[in-house]
Every structure is written in C-alpha cells, then in structure tokens.
C-alpha cells in the first residue's frame, strides 16, 4: 500500500484479556518495527523483522507480548493477559532496508491501546 | 543505561530565533542516525538524516558528532508551525524528545 496501516484504531479491553494490534507495511518494505509510546515519552522500542524473522527482539516488556510476521509483510503484535500499564499507542514502522535503514522508518498512525 | 538520551524541554522561543537541540547516544558503533518530528497525537516523521559531514535542509541543519557520541538539530528562524516535538533517533532507538513552542 502507500503508507503503513495500523488496525485497529482504538482499542479498548478489559484487564486480562487478550489482543492483537495488526500492521500493514509499505509493499517491498523488508523491514518493520514495533514501538509503544506512552504520553511524554518517546516511541519504545519493542522489537524488529528483518523478512520473516525477528532480527531483535530485547524490547519486548515480558513474554505476554509475542510478535509475527508469517509472511514477510503484515504483522501482528499479541498481547496476553492485558495489564492497565499496557495503555498505550502502539506505532508501527517499516524502512525499506533493515538496520541502517537510509531513507529512514516510514509510520503507521497507530493504534491507541486503552485497557480498563 | 538508555540508548539516546535527550533532554526533553520545553524550549519556548520567539518568532525568528534560533534554538538547537542535543542528543547523546551510547553505542559507539551506531550507523544510521535521524531527527524526526512528532506533532500532538499524530505519528513521527521523518525530518532529516543526518550524515557525518553535517547536512542542511534549508533552516534545518543536522550535525554528527562520533568522537563525543551526540547529534544535533538546529533550527533557524523559527516559525510558528515548527512548535512540534523533536525526537532524535540512533539506528532504531528514539530519545524521548524535545517539545519546542514558537510564541509569535
């Protein structure tokens, strides 16, 4: 597509329940990175794909957040047993290269992860 | 240890002045470095590379700085529509970034 897309938009969830954030790369782009950002802060690493693989994981909080990219492109990001500390917008990018990327990391609008 | 620090401001700066913001990082083998511009509840852009000669881009100008490991953004002339926040970016790890308010 012609930009990153993140779905949903919104999510509101209950503590203890189970959600996955989906993205949606720019076509051709091999890379696609993660991030959580709370207000006042800037975005969290969380972890990165290189293709299929997570070529760097080390940002992920705790093992109830897991990420796959099956096929190279759409990922999904899954959170289990959803905490309130887990609120946050959860931003999505990809580069067309990986680490190094010259032309920079391209963003979804994101999605606002809210957990009551 | 955080990988880029940044000190987060607020910087508030009239109309036409000129205002730079700093940003360290810790892993000496970085490559790849950016400034990027963050504007309320929207997603970061990407306002420039930044090489290691330094780079221009009209009032924005980039610097690198390997052997003191900090990059740079200065901002010339301010405008209105530069009040944003400024994040700095070392491969894929962002600072916290910096809110600037141009007051006319």
């Known amino acids: 597509g012609a930009g990153v897309s993140q779905t949903p938009s919104n999510k509101v969830t209950e503590k203890g329940k189970y959600v996955e954030l989906r993205c949606d790369p720019i076509s051709g782009h091999t890379a696609l990175y993660w991030y959580r950002q709370s207000l006042g802060q800037g975005p969290e690493f969380l972890i990165y794909f290189q293709g299929t693989g997570a070529a760097d994981d080390s940002g992920l909080p705790n093992d109830r957040f897991f990420a796959v990219r099956p096929e190279g492109s759409v990922s999904t990001l899954k959170i289990q047993r959803t905490e309130r500390g887990d609120s946050a917008v959860y931003l999505c990018a990809s580069s067309l290269t990986g680490q190094g990327a010259m032309g920079g990391y391209t963003f979804g609008s994101g999605t606002r992860l809210t957990v009551v | 240890r955080k990988e880029v620090e940044q000190d987060p401001g607020p910087f508030n700066v009239p109309e036409g002045a000129t205002v730079a913001f700093n940003c360290t990082y810790s892993n000496s083998a970085s490559q790849s470095f950016f400034w990027y511009r963050q504007d309320c509840r929207k997603e970061p852009k990407l306002l420039m590379s930044?090489?290691?000669s330094g780079n221009e881009d009209g009032r924005f100008t980039a610097q690198l700085n390997r052997a003191s490991q900090y990059i740079s953004l200065l901002i010339r002339d301010s405008k209105l529509s530069d009040s944003a926040t400024y994040l700095c970016v070392v491969e894929f790890y962002f600072g916290t970034g910096t809110s600037l308010t141009v007051i006319p």
């Open positions: 930044v090489y290691s």
